[in-house]
């Protein structure tokens, strides 16, 4: 008697696919730290859901050259995703919605707010395209008051045609922290339904950290590490005018893309006019792979920000050793009981002006002892796993919409 066959039954596991605009992506660098944060969440979470980004085919707003080693107007394998890039001419209301249909997503995240991608899918959504599919919003620090005032009337233009037409009822809106929930609700009324879902940090950050590495601290110097965008937002300018109040040796470093070449070259000349004690130099750009090594250069880091949603670059800066000297205007909160840095706001210079004396007059004993207050604050961080957790709520949130 023949024995029935046996057949191998495969069972595939599904993952709901999420389909994600954001302006740029990898290989990109130069935009800063929502494409490392949109990263971390797709390489941390990619085994769980399917992931296909859409993404201009160029890194910032700055360089306008296409990426010379993956398909433009196609899709990529970059990661845990599938990206397409688009070209600048691509970038259409037909395309978007024909990009949409194509992906047959179970729920859409952009990962701006003014973005054009943005605007064209919640005008599509008004007019009928995409019923019942979820589309979840991350402002990423967009509305918040220093961003708003940068090209102050168009958005405002912009924000008044959008709420007149209702262009964004019924959105799901990811606030990096209570501070951007407050500026979401400020724009867009407190009905919204809004999940506080933390910027999604790397499993490690520069784990060959040494602290001897870090450079000897001398009582009366001042060694500080600038590295963000050169742009208003940044505030760079506000350190530069202030600086000279300090009369000992301050020697800083300014690491960024320029994203405003006007800005740029008004703290070019505030640099040209400072005191032979102060030497403040622009070093130019630096691939992401190469911060952490950059960072561990310099005894603090510094950023007057006027608003950040996250700002990735801060705990790179405490993987780092740096301690930090920034503005109140992000979610890293009383930096001072915590031993390793000052959160301060801009509209007390003087207390910007005693956190740097403060710094001036370490000894190394001291700086030593912060320093790896820092790191160890950075560990503690990583270890929470509120970030993943909460990301996996919203995302599971929006699969359940009807």
């Given at each position: 008697?023949?024995?029935?066959?046996?057949?191998?039954?495969?069972?595939?596991?599904?993952?709901?696919?999420?389909?994600?605009?954001?302006d740029f992506?990898?290989?990109?660098?130069?935009?800063?730290?929502?494409?490392?944060?949109?990263?971390?969440?797709?390489?941390?979470?990619?085994?769980?859901?399917?992931?296909?980004?859409?993404?201009r085919?160029?890194?910032?707003?700055?360089?306008?050259?296409?990426?010379?080693?993956?398909?433009?107007?196609?899709?990529?394998?970059?990661?845990k995703?599938?990206?397409?890039?688009?070209?600048?001419?691509?970038?259409?209301?037909?395309?978007?919605k024909?990009?949409?249909?194509?992906?047959?997503?179970?729920?859409?995240?952009a990962?701006?707010?003014?973005s054009?991608?943005?605007?064209?899918?919640?005008?599509?959504r008004?007019?009928?395209?995409?019923?019942?599919?979820?589309?979840?919003?991350?402002?990423?620090?967009?509305?918040?008051?220093?961003?708003?005032?940068?090209?102050?009337?168009?958005?405002?233009?912009?924000?008044?045609?959008?709420?007149?037409?209702n262009?964004?009822?019924?959105?799901?809106?990811?606030?990096?922290?209570?501070?951007e929930?407050?500026?979401?609700?400020?724009v867009?009324?407190?009905?919204?339904?809004?999940?506080?879902?933390?910027?999604?940090?790397?499993?490690?950050?520069?784990?060959?950290?040494?602290?001897?590495?870090?450079?000897?601290?001398?009582?009366?110097?001042l060694?500080?590490?600038?590295?963000?965008?050169?742009h208003?937002?940044?505030?760079?300018?506000?350190?530069?005018?202030?600086?000279?109040?300090?009369?000992?040796?301050?020697?800083?470093?300014?690491?960024?893309?320029?994203?405003?070449?006007?800005y740029?070259?008004?703290?070019?000349?505030?640099?040209?006019?400072?005191?032979?004690?102060?030497?403040?130099?622009?070093?130019?750009?630096v691939?992401?792979?190469?911060?952490?090594?950059?960072?561990?250069?310099?005894?603090?880091?510094?950023?007057?920000?006027?608003?950040e949603?996250?700002?990735?670059?801060i705990?790179?800066?405490?993987?780092?050793?740096?301690?930090?000297?920034?503005?109140?205007?992000?979610?890293?909160?009383?930096?001072?009981?915590?031993?390793?840095?000052?959160?301060?706001?801009?509209?007390?210079?003087?207390?910007?002006?005693?956190?740097?004396?403060?710094?001036v007059?370490?000894?190394?004993?001291?700086?030593?002892?912060?320093?790896?207050?820092?790191?160890?604050?950075?560990n503690?961080?990583?270890?929470?796993?509120?970030?993943?957790?909460?990301?996996?709520e919203?995302?599971?949130?929006?699969?359940?919409?009807?």
């Amino acid at each position: 008697m023949r024995a029935a066959p046996r057949f191998l039954i495969v069972t595939r596991s599904y993952k709901p696919r999420i389909l994600i605009f954001s302006d740029f992506y990898l290989p990109g660098y130069k935009s800063g730290g929502g494409v490392r944060s949109l990263v971390n969440l797709v390489e941390r979470l990619g085994d769980k859901f399917d992931f296909r980004v859409v993404a201009r085919d160029h890194d910032g707003w700055t360089d306008k050259t296409p990426y010379d080693s993956v398909k433009i107007n196609d899709w990529n394998q970059i990661g845990k995703a599938r990206v397409f890039f688009l070209s600048k001419d691509q970038i259409t209301l037909r395309n978007v919605k024909k990009l949409v249909e194509d992906a047959h997503p179970k729920s859409i995240y952009a990962n701006s707010y003014f973005s054009t991608l943005t605007m064209f899918l919640v005008l599509l959504r008004k007019v009928g395209n995409f019923r019942g599919l979820p589309l979840i919003i991350g402002p990423g620090g967009e509305l918040s008051t220093g961003s708003l005032n940068n090209k102050k009337s168009k958005k405002q233009i912009y924000l008044k045609i959008s709420g007149a037409l209702n262009l964004y009822e019924n959105i799901i809106w990811r606030a990096a922290s209570d501070f951007e929930k407050t500026e979401i609700e400020r724009v867009q009324g407190k009905a919204e339904k809004i999940f506080i879902v933390p910027d999604m940090p790397p499993q490690r950050i520069f784990p060959e950290f040494d602290i001897g590495s870090k450079p000897r601290k001398k009582v009366g110097e001042l060694n500080m590490v600038y590295l963000s965008r050169l742009h208003p937002v940044k505030n760079l300018k506000f350190l530069l005018e202030m600086l000279p109040s300090i009369e000992d040796k301050v020697v800083l470093d300014i690491f960024g893309p320029i994203d405003h070449h006007e800005y740029a070259r008004e703290c070019a000349e505030i640099i040209k006019n400072f005191p032979p004690h102060l030497k403040a130099t622009m070093k130019g750009e630096v691939v992401h792979e190469n911060v952490p090594g950059t960072l561990e250069k310099y005894n603090f880091f510094i950023l007057p920000t006027t608003g950040e949603s996250f700002a990735h670059i801060i705990p790179e800066a405490l993987a780092a050793g740096c301690p930090l000297i920034i503005s109140d205007r992000t979610p890293w909160k009383n930096l001072a009981k915590k031993g390793v840095g000052w959160d301060l706001p801009l509209e007390d210079e003087s207390r910007w002006i005693e956190a740097l004396k403060y710094c001036v007059n370490l000894s190394a004993a001291e700086y030593k002892e912060m320093a790896l207050n820092a790191r160890n604050y950075l560990n503690s961080w990583l270890a929470d796993e509120a970030a993943v957790k909460t990301t996996e709520e919203l995302f599971n949130y929006s699969l359940s919409v009807k």
